[in-house]
């Protein structure tokens, strides 16, 4: 009695077993048609996943890692485009300089003085910066004056050791630009005191 339990067992099993591989080998074709019609879902993987933020550069130096991209700055200048006043009219007011820009104080430079304003401003196109190198650099690239002098520190900020990152750490990376964190005419950071004090720290026991 038991035996023929037992056999009655193992014929099914193997009756199911081949129901299935029957199954399995009809609807073969279809699964196959699934797996061309299915999109690979890392097919563009190159593309970043979160896009470049808005008003950015791609900066104009060769770096080994690749393209990277910087904060542009002439959106945020108020009084850009400059030329809206500095245009090829001449000024008869006296001091007018003095009375436009007056809240612009020169804190930067060595131990013989200020930098001069034209030093860094073009004088043919007030909307441009300038180096002993290059006559008309944009805005948005100021990097390439600051970098004239501080080279150490743009070296650094090209490698990602100075300054800020605002999105990805490679590929199509966006970095802070120089003035994004430092004002031109006054850049080194004023002192201050710490925001809040430290806790004092809890007596743990014994
Ligand atoms: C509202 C008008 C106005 C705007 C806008 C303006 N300026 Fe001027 N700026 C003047 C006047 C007026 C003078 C004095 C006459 C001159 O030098 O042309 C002056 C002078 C200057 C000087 C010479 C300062 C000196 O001590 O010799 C610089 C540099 C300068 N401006 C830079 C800029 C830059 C850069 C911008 C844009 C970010 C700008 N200005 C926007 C009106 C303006
Ligand atoms: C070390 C270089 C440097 C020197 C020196 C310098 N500037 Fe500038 N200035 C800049 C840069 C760079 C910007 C753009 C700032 C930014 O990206 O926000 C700027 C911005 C400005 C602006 C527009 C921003 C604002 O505050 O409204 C004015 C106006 C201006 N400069 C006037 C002057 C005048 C006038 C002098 C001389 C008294 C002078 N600058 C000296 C580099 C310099
Ligand atoms: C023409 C040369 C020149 C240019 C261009 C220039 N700087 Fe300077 N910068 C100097 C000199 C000189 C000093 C003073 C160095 C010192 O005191 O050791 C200085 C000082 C500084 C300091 C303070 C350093 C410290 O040790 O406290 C900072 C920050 C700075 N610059 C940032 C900038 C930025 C940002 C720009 C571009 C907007 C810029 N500089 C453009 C010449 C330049
Ligand atoms: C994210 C903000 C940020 C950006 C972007 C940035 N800096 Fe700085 N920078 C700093 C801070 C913070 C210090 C340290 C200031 C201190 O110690 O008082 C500094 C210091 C400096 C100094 C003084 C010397 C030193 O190394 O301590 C120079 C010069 C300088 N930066 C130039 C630049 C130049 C040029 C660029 C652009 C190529 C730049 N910085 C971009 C924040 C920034």
């Known amino acids: ?28 074709s279809g699964v196959n048609e699934k797996i061309k019609q ?15 933020p808005a008003n950015t550069v791609k900066v104009l130096i060769p770096y080994q890692g690749g393209d990277f991209y910087t904060e542009t700055r002439k959106d945020k200048i108020e009084r ?19 009375i436009s820009h007056a809240d612009t104080i020169i804190v930067h430079g060595g131990k013989s003085g200020p930098l001069d304003c034209n030093t860094c ?3 043919e196109n007030r909307d441009f910066l300038n180096t002993s190198k290059e006559k008309e650099i944009d805005m948005d690239h100021v990097y390439t004056l600051c970098g004239e002098c501080h080279f150490r ?42 925001a809040t004090y430290s806790p004092p720290l809890k007596q743990t026991g014994n």
């Open 1 to 28: 009695m038991k035996s023929i339990k037992k056999n009655l067992i193992q014929i099914l099993l193997v009756f199911t077993i081949l129901l299935f591989a029957v199954f399995a080998f009809s609807s073969s």
């Open 38 to 52: 299915a999109k690979d879902p890392y097919d563009n993987l190159m593309e970043p996943p979160i896009p470049i």
């Open 80 to 98: 850009f485009q400059c030329t809206s006043c500095h245009g090829n009219k001449e000024v008869m007011i006296k001091n007018a300089a003095k």
């Open 121 to 123: 401003h073009s004088t």
């Open 153 to 194: 520190q743009k070296k650094d900020w090209i490698g990602g050791a100075h300054g800020k990152s605002v999105s990805h750490w490679a590929g199509e990376r966006v970095v802070k630009n120089c003035t994004s964190c430092h004002n031109p005419h006054s850049p080194r950071f004023e002192k201050r005191y710490p």
